[in-house]
């Protein structure tokens, strides 16, 4: 498996693997945004998922193109001192469980580690909470009805590591 940073030819495998993953997926047009951001990584690569990178699909279920996750986060400044935001993480369904996740958020909190990150989850994410404790992110407060089905939010923190 191969993390690096996104180009816009794997923005349609990652707008896939976005709307097979959440109930409420950004819009192709925000992971656009982010091109060029240290902070925009995927992972290919490595599984079942292959794809060309000409966009042809391959063998398995073709979700991302050969993309088989991606990770959006950036730092923002926040009362003087940049903040880390995770804002986005995903793997592709039939690639979850080989960790692709726990790779790319390792990944990207090298990229963040002079700051604090912070992020929100579903509440009842238990595989990500998992995945976010093991980095050492604690609960810092709820966000009632954040999410557009009504859910609660998590807000998570992590301390900067410098």
Known sequence: MTVREATRADLLGVFRIEKASFPQPWPYRAFERFLGEPGFLVATGGGAATAGTDGTEGTGSGAGDGIAGYVVADATPNHGRPLGHLKDLAVAPDRRGAGIGATLLERVL?????????????????????????FGFTVRNTVPGYYVDGED?????RDATE
């Open 110 to 134: 090298a990229t963040l580690a002079a700051h604090a990150v912070k992020l929100e989850v579903r509440a009842d994410n238990e595989p990500a909470l998992a995945l976010y404790r093991r």
């Open 153 to 157: 939010a998590l807000v998570m923190v």
